[in-house]
């Protein structure tokens, strides 16, 4: 599958959302400048995209049901996240800008799982795609581990079990499993950089360009970081 080729009447539609500006932890610099260069890319490429950037918690919930509307019964269904993202006890989350987490409740009021957009994605879809930049080193991770010692809890995302989610599916973290991806000295991310330079290439494979990207991440950041594909 190449994204640079779009199928005639294919429908592509996409989920992007950005959160830098956090209320209760130290701001990022790039998640939104990420989100809305690559919101320009998948336009140009034929998607219909749902965008949302340092939306609160409400209003995060309010795009996700908005995507969800639309998204049954693409060919294609895409998720990008950047900004502050955590696991616990093997679960992904994704966190708006007003997250606190400060007690046992905030992961269900203020925090987003990621397996709830990917349900979203599944219903009446062909081929999903997923890209998450959300490894950045995240003090709320912190904060939610000291309220709940007995939660395993860290900045690093948890692998995704795709084993059910369909041959055309592929799930791309900016680094692997449990570590911590940078936020990036330019005008974006390591990982978002080599997606912008790669995913509209023309009569590419997918695979070929993720393999592309991890090659262009890993020299940006001399060997510190390496993207982690599931397909």
């Known amino acids: 599958m190449c994204l640079g080729s779009a199928e005639a009447k294919e429908k592509r539609v996409a989920l992007v959302l950005g959160n830098a500006a956090y209320e209760h932890a130290q701001a990022l610099v790039n998640p939104v400048r990420d989100a809305e260069a690559i919101t320009s890319l998948l336009e140009d490429l034929d998607f219909q995209v749902i ?48 997250a606190r987490l400060e007690d046992e409740t905030s992961l269900d009021f203020e925090a987003v799982q990621i397996d709830f957009i990917l349900r979203q994605m599944s219903r ?42 369909g041959a055309g599916t592929l799930v791309a973290f900016a680094t692997g499993p449990l570590k911590v991806a940078y936020d990036g000295s330019g005008d974006h991310s390591p990982f978002t950089t080599a997606l912008l330079s790669h995913l509209g290439e023309k009569n590419v494979p997918l695979t070929t360009v993720m393999t592309a990207v991890t090659g262009d991440v890993y ?13």
């Open 124 to 165: 009446e879809t062909g081929v999903r795609l997923v890209f998450l930049d959300a490894c950045r080193d995240n003090p709320l991770a912190a904060v939610f581990a000291k309220a709940n010692p007995s939660e395993r809890a860290t900045s690093g995302l948890a692998e995704i079990k795709i084993a059910d989610a």
């Open 219 to 231: 020299k940006a950041t001399g060997g510190k970081q390496r993207p982690w594909v599931n397909v």
């Open 51 to 98: 965008s949302g950037f340092d939306q609160t918690k409400m209003q995060t919930q309010e795009t996700i049901a908005r995507f969800a509307r639309e998204v049954r019964g693409a060919d294609i269904a895409l998720f990008f996240y950047a900004g502050h993202g955590m696991q616990v006890d093997g679960s992904n989350y994704l966190l708006p800008v007003d």
